[in-house]
Nanobody, 118 residues
Framework: QVQFVESGGGLVQAGGVLRLSCAGP????????MGWYRQAPGKQRELVAR???????IYADSVKGRFTISRDNAKNTVYLQMNSLKPEDTAVYYC????????????WGQGTQVTVSS
């Protein structure tokens, strides 16, 4: 099973900044699109941002203009830069490689907790 490891979460005040990292096998990250997801308590997991192998990105409407996804294939890492954080961004954040049909196919890791206080 393919698994990536997320890190970089923490507790910040509203308006703050965090950068999440997602590290995993280079033979996967260099080929497939990667997605950042989040799951808040009592809610379903949702896609936050996606980046394909050529660098094209898409974002959920709720984070457009505030979050930026990027990848460094040389470091086998995908990042999620989160600016202007809001309390509603509080969730556990996960990353996962995406199949050609844009479905996550890796194992879900422990994720990294992001908590934004008001």
């Amino acid at each position: 099973q393919v698994q990536f490891v997320e890190s970089g979460g923490g507790l910040v005040q509203a308006g703050g900044v965090l950068r999440l990292s997602c590290a995993g096998p280079g033979n996967i990250l260099g080929i497939y699109a990667m997605g950042w997801y989040r799951q808040a308590p009592g809610k379903q997991r949702e896609l936050v941002a996606r980046i394909n192998s050529s660098g094209r990105t898409i974002y959920a409407d709720s984070v457009k203009g505030r979050f930026t996804i990027s990848r460094d294939n040389a470091k086998n890492t995908v990042y999620l830069q989160m600016n202007s954080l809001k309390p509603e961004d509080t969730a556990v954040y996960y990353c996962n490689p995406l199949s050609q049909t844009l479905n996550p196919f890796g194992s879900w890791g422990q994720g990294t907790q992001v908590t934004v206080s008001s």
